[in-house]
T-cell receptor, first 110, second 118 residues
Framework: GQSLEQPSEVTAVEGAIVQINCTYQTSGFYGLSWYQQHDGGAPTFLSY????GLEETGRFSSFLSRSDSYGYLLLQELQMKDSASYFCAVKYYGNNRLAFGKGNQVVVIP | GAVVSQHPSRVICKSGTSVKIECRSLDFQATTMFWYRQFPKQSLMLMATSNEGSKATYEQGVEKDKFLINHASLTLSTLTVTSAHPEDSSFYIC??????????????FGPGTRLLVL
């Protein structure tokens, strides 16, 4: 079966760095995506890893290790607007359906 | 580019009525659209995959007769919640996959529809 585990909540100060981990129990997938969701809003795409290694997009970076069934999202230079929920999602072969992890709420404080 | 809209954004209805939610890809063609449901403080749960011109594929545990999905064109999919009940109150989100595909991310989310059944 498939399962995407994420820790639930983290609080950090502005300017800090936060790493959000994601472990999964599935195989045969295109890659691992990361989404941000503010309260009441829709998910916003942040990053995608098709291959092992690090992908950097501005202040956000994402990492994937297929051999370890593990990935993470790194949020750097935290800003207040980064307070949101962050989800990892596995993109499956075929029709590209996404299976979302449980999500991690990040609270940024001054 | 890559904009997906949903209508309505918010709906309140009485128990027993049916509610139709539209999902449109505005500037691209989508052979595949996905419908998700999200309860407060929880993750997005995939309900069904909607393919243009064919029947939707429902996830395990989702009643296809209750959640009717129609994907009549490359830019429009509809989700109808039939005989809605209070437990159907949720945030319904669609996403659309750009038919051009590609190596990176090609799935775009709509803004969501918040359904409240009284």
């Amino acid at each position: 079966g498939q399962s995407l585990e994420q820790p639930s909540e983290v609080t950090a100060v502005e300017g800090a760095i936060v790493q959000i981990n994601c472990t999964y129990q599935t195989s045969g997938f295109y890659g691992l995506s990361w989404y941000q969701q503010h309260d009441g809003g829709a998910p916003t795409f942040l990053s995608y890893n098709a291959l092992d290694g690090l992908e950097e997009t501005g202040r956000f970076s994402s990492f994937l290790s297929r051999s370890d069934s593990y990935g993470y999202l790194l949020l750097q230079e935290l800003q207040m607007k980064d307070s949101a929920s962050y989800f990892c999602a596995v993109k499956y072969y075929g029709n590209n359906r996404l299976a979302f992890g449980k999500g991690n709420q990040v609270v940024v404080i001054p | 580019g890559a904009v997906v809209s949903q209508h309505p954004s918010r709906v309140i209805c009485k128990s027993g009525t049916s509610v139709k939610i539209e999902c449109r890809s505005l500037d691209f063609q989508a052979t595949t659209m996905f419908w998700y449901r999200q309860f407060p403080k929880q993750s997005l749960m995939l309900m069904a995959t909607s393919n243009e011109g064919s029947k939707a594929t429902y996830e395990q545990g989702v009643e296809k007769d209750k959640f009717l999905i129609n994907h009549a064109s490359l830019t429009l999919s509809t989700l109808t919640v039939t005989s809605a009940h209070p437990e159907d109150s949720s945030f319904y989100i669609c996403s659309a996959r750009d038919r051009r595909g590609g190596w990176g991310e090609t799935q775009y989310f709509g803004p969501g529809t918040r359904l409240l059944v009284l």
